[in-house]
């Protein structure tokens, strides 16, 4: 471990030092050639941060010292359950940390969903966590947000859980077969040939957290569906986690048809982002009409995750974030228009 070099403070600068029990791997909370150190340095431009042994002296903006002392305590947390720090993790725990949004890092971050394939599916975000224990909570839960939030990818994680742990007897997976402008129509080959490029990422997910080789026998035997809502009619699914992705590509009466598929000791999840419709022009989003209808209503949550909970590259945030300017912009020469 190398010392980090003092930079310039003013003599009147508060001062404040943290000391770890003498059992703590430094190492573990500074990472390789002391990187997580430097995030933490980039992340408290106001701080001098410097170590020597097993203290971190600060120095500095005496709210930014707070802040730095919760991050070394919250990250102490996780590192003590055994799970690796990183880079992300540490980005992720002070970005919790100066949201005025209650709860721990730790408690984000220790979280697990599932362990398959040699990784840990956990939340990354208190979003992501409330989001996943309203799924343990409600018997339909709506996952509402832009791309890369995890809103699929974690409700699939959770159907995983629930079939392995013997909650359930079967996962069904669907979304409607509708993007950008295409229909099946136009697309060559069989009608299985047809469905697949819409069913692709639920597939792609899937094999993130089952093992390939059992899925053709889980798939044959009828525990694991894969299927375009079409096919959820006049059905009633019982002792089943289905989910429901791109959402947002259902008419209301494609809507209230899937959500009265729901059976006995099943459990439904519903994920959506309702700036992202690709349904042809004048008709109505399933999505965004259901929740006036269905809000209040007893053991039926909606939970919405925002650009601060995309777990993607970090680009796919700022992405995000601009087309919502973006259109919000658009949105008001459209109103100036009109007047």
Same mark, same amino acid.
């Given at each position: 471990m190398t010392e980090a070099p003092l930079r310039p403070v003013e003599r009147s600068s508060p001062t404040h030092t943290v000391v770890l029990p003498d059992d703590v791997q430094m190492v573990t909370l500074l990472g390789p050639r002391d990187e997580l150190l430097r995030t933490m340095e980039r992340a408290f431009p106001q701080l001098d941060i410097h170590v020597r042994g097993n203290e971190f002296h600060l120095a500095g903006d005496v709210g930014e010292m707070a802040v730095a002392e919760r991050l070394i305590d919250e990250l102490l947390a996780v590192s003590s359950t055994g799970q690796p720090l990183n880079r992300d993790a540490v980005e992720r725990s002070i970005g919790m940390l100066r949201s005025s949004a209650t709860g721990r890092p730790a408690d984000v971050?220790?979280?697990?969903?599932?362990?398959?394939?040699?990784?840990?599916?956990?939340?990354?975000?208190?979003?992501?966590?409330?989001y996943v224990d309203a799924i343990d909570t409600n018997t339909i839960v709506f996952g509402l947000g832009p791309a890369g939030t995890g809103k699929t990818y974690l409700a699939m994680a959770k159907a995983v859980a629930a079939l392995q742990a013997k909650l359930v007897n079967r996962i069904i997976l669907t979304r409607p077969a509708v993007e950008a402008g295409e229909r099946l129509g136009f697309l060559p080959g069989t009608l299985n040939d047809k469905i697949d490029p819409y069913l692709r990422p639920l597939y792609d997910a899937l094999h993130d957290m089952v093992d390939p080789d059992s899925i053709p026998r889980l798939m044959a035997a009828g525990t694991i569906e894969v299927?375009?809502?079409?096919?959820?009619?006049?059905?009633?699914?019982?002792?089943?986690?289905?989910?429901?992705?791109?959402?947002?590509?259902?008419?209301?009466?494609?809507?209230?048809?899937?959500?009265?598929?729901?059976?006995?000791?099943?459990?439904?999840?519903?994920?959506?982002?309702?700036? !992202? *419709?690709?349904?042809?022009?004048?008709?109505?989003?399933?999505?965004?009409?259901?929740?006036?209808?269905? !809000?209040?209503?007893?053991?039926?949550?909606?939970?919405?995750?925002?650009?601060?909970? *995309? *777990?993607?590259?970090?680009?796919?945030?700022?992405? *995000?974030?601009?087309?919502?300017?973006?259109?919000?912009?658009a949105g008001a020469r459209q109103r100036k228009d009109k007047k």
């Open positions: 971050l220790t979280m697990n969903i599932l362990s398959a394939r040699g990784r840990t599916i956990r939340p990354k975000t208190l979003n992501q966590k409330h299927a375009p809502l079409a096919f959820m009619r006049g059905r009633s699914l019982n002792s089943s986690f289905i989910v429901l992705d791109e959402a947002q590509n259902t008419s209301p009466e494609q809507m209230k048809m899937f959500l009265t598929r729901l059976g006995f000791g099943s459990k439904m999840v519903i994920t959506g982002d309702t700036s !992202q *419709v690709d349904l042809p022009r004048g008709t109505s989003s399933g999505l965004k009409v259901v929740e006036g209808i269905l !809000q209040g209503v007893e053991d039926i949550h909606f939970a919405t995750l925002t650009s601060d909970d *995309v *777990v993607r590259h970090r680009l796919v945030s700022q992405i *995000v974030d601009a087309y919502g300017r973006h259109d919000a912009r």
